[in-house]
């Protein structure tokens, strides 16, 4: 694949008709080395956030070793990509075929559960084996996340002790596990969710070894300024060393927004201006869902040389016929933006290439690579914490 300096090189040299994602390997390798250096524990790649086979490879290169799969179509397709990864099959509830074709033809041997029914399951489908980790899912808040995770899987702290137990005798390496739901804007989020850990293992007494604190980890987009991924670490690294789990315990985490989000960005043709609202030739149903859907916003840069400086707020359609295909925004962009134009969008490695359908016949795109750097990243060195403020007073 041919690498391009950035978005601007692309246009210049294929003048693309359908929309282009960009690959920024180099940005994924630094996120994972981030984690794999700072994290006080274990991370798995949550392969929903971007299934691309590429980045994969990108992520296990880097030294990531573990991944998070949902389906037996994301276990079929890491085993096939990287055959000597570690599968964790953490979807809470899963066919007795999934199961079973993970843990015999795939190897994998870890679990989640969030009922005393899959965990019936999961041992009736594995012929109850002795070298099971089991993983028991708590519910828990996602008051400080942008997106809750809170309302479909987990167990309810008063029933979790049972399923701990039921758990404990049927595993061999036995785990508690949550998510405090996507792009998590504070530290204490894991703080609350631990303190959950801790007052289900004590009313259990068993001994756990693993603590899996999921993914949710924020990256940054406008209007989310996060506080540093540091800061994160640092926090759950002190409420877990306090839990009264096993001497050997793990901590694990499941990022997958942060190790993916700076991998991608999209460039998108304008093809009609009507007041403020731009039709581009992406959207909804591509690789923009978040941004139609649940109103994410993501960083936009106009891809021309000379425009009107002065910047304004703008909606986008997408391509289809459906009125559903509409990214409110507001996306800032030159006032003179107009047909004809191209746009980079980015931030999008998250959910966005994962999320594109066929629908209207508009699901086809371009894949390049880019040298430059994302349009926002937490991994450079080189971030202001939004937490600092410039109005201080230095007393001598």
Not at 44 to 66: C, I, Q
Not at 77 to 97: D, G, I, N, Q
Not at 117 to 124: N, P
Not at 336 to 350: F, H, K, N, P, Q
Request: net charge negative; charged share 25%.
């Amino acid at each position: 694949m041919h690498i391009f300096p950035d978005a601007s090189a692309v246009v210049r040299a294929t003048a693309p008709d359908r929309p282009v994602i960009l690959n920024r390997p180099h940005a994924a390798r630094r996120a994972a080395r981030f984690f794999l250096e700072k994290f006080p524990g274990r991370t798995l790649y949550a392969v929903k956030a971007n299934p691309s086979a590429d980045l994969l490879e990108v992520l296990w290169d880097a030294g990531v070793t573990h991944y998070d799969v949902a389906s037996i179509a994301e276990v079929r397709l890491v085993r096939a990509t990287l055959p000597e990864a570690v599968l964790c099959f953490m979807h809470p509830v899963k066919t007795p075929s999934a199961i079973r074709e993970a843990y015999h033809q795939h190897g994998c041997k870890v679990f989640s559960l969030d009922t005393q029914d899959e965990l019936d399951k999961i041992v009736e489908a594995t012929g109850g084996p002795d070298d099971l980790t089991l993983c028991v899912r708590l519910r828990v808040s996602s008051e400080y996340s942008e997106l809750s995770l809170a309302a479909k899987f987990g167990v309810e702290l008063a029933d979790a002790p049972a399923l701990l137990q039921a758990a404990r005798q049927a595993a061999d390496s036995l785990g508690v596990c949550f998510h405090v739901g996507s792009q998590a804007m504070t530290p204490h989020a894991y703080v609350q969710a631990l303190e959950k850990v801790r007052a289900a293992i004590v009313d259990a007494s068993v001994l756990v070894d693993v603590v899996d604190v999921g993914g949710g980890f924020p990256s940054i987009y406008p209007g989310m300024e996060p506080p540093p991924l540091e800061d994160f670490f640092a926090i759950i690294d002190r409420t877990y060393e306090s839990l009264p789990i096993s001497y050997s315990a793990e901590l694990w985490c499941e990022p997958g927004r942060a190790l993916c989000a700076e991998y991608n960005s999209l460039i998108v043709r304008v093809e009609k201006r009507r007041g403020r609202e731009l039709y581009i030739n992406d959207g909804a149903y591509g690789a923009l869902f978040d941004a139609a859907h649940v109103g994410w916003r993501f960083p936009v840069k106009l891809l021309r040389d000379e425009a009107d400086g002065a910047v304004e707020p703008f909606s986008f359609y997408g391509p289809t016929c459906d009125d559903l295909d509409h990214m409110e925004g507001p996306f800032g962009l030159p006032a003179d933006t107009g047909a004809g134009d191209y746009i980079e969008v980015g931030m999008l490695g998250a959910y966005g290439a994962a999320m594109r359908t066929g629908f209207n016949g508009f699901g086809e795109c371009e894949v390049h690579e880019a040298a430059d750097e994302p349009m926002a990243s937490q991994y450079r060195g080189d971030r202001r914490d939004p937490r600092v403020s410039d109005n201080v007073v230095r007393l001598r």
